[in-house]
């Protein structure tokens, strides 16, 4: 079973294309972390989303708790977004338990 | 500040053996977490500790335990390596409720 799943698994874009990866979960959430994992194996906290939007910069999460759904999105992509980036959502329960998606392959191409 | 350090960044074990992994954080958080990561798997809880002296079962504990003697540290054991414990294991902390902050991984092989 897997409580937390992404789309695309690899996406592959040019230089300056707007990005969007998607995530789904299927259990209670108190809150999604949005991640991004570096080629070198790093692993970055990118947003901590609990309803609506933020922004960081070129990067937009958004989060639409009734559909228990969230996009991260990359305006303008540049070589150095290529990284695999990770949906992951912290149980409604406890709170402590966390869910990771299997993460998207990001690929920017100049 | 180092934020989240592991040790040791790489290991080989034979089957059988024992090792512990540490991880160390200099952010005065409470929680810390042990997290493994396998090919085409997201990343799965192994043990968490929500403060010193406090320990928990993740998603896939069995095979190994763990050690909060002080704030700063999270210690993972392996009593009896198995190959199916050969991953890439993360360490993170965080202020509860809060986004974390992960080490840099261990790649360990049990052979």
Redesign the interface.
């Known amino acids: 079973k897997n409580e937390v799943e992404q789309s695309p698994q690899n996406l592959t874009a040019q230089e300056g294309e707007f990005i969007t990866i998607n995530c789904s979960y299927s259990v209670g959430i108190s809150a999604l972390h949005w991640l991004q994992q570096h080629p070198g194996g790093g692993i970055v906290s990118l947003f901590m989303l609990s309803s609506g939007k933020k922004k960081h910069g070129r990067l937009i999460a958004t989060i639409n708790i009734q559909e228990k759904h969230s996009s991260l999105h990359i305006t303008a992509s540049h070589p150095r977004d290529s990284a695999v980036y990770i949906c992951a959502v912290r149980s409604g329960n406890t709170g402590n338990q966390f869910y990771f998606g299997t993460g998207t392959s990001l690929t920017v191409i100049p | 500040n180092a934020g989240v350090t592991q040790t040791p960044k790489f290991r080989v074990l034979k089957t059988g053996q024992s090792m512990t992994l540490l991880c160390a954080q200099d952010m005065n958080h409470e929680?810390m977490?042990w997290y493994r990561q396998d090919p085409?798997?997201?990343?799965?809880?192994i043990h968490?500790s929500?403060g010193e002296g406090t320990t928990?079962k993740?998603?896939v504990p069995d095979g190994y335990n763990v050690s909060r003697l002080k704030k700063q540290n999270f210690l993972l054991g392996l009593e009896s390596a198995a190959p199916s414990q050969t991953s890439?294991y993360?360490c993170?902390s965080s202020y509860?409720?809060?986004?974390?902050?992960?080490g840099?991984?261990t790649r360990l092989t049990v052979t």
Do not use: D, I, K, T
Not at chain 2, 40 to 45: A, E, K, P, S
Not at chain 2, 96 to 102: H, T
């Open positions: 929680y977490y085409g798997m997201g990343l799965r809880l968490y929500v928990a993740g998603e890439v993360f993170a509860p409720l809060s986004s974390q902050y992960f840099p991984g």
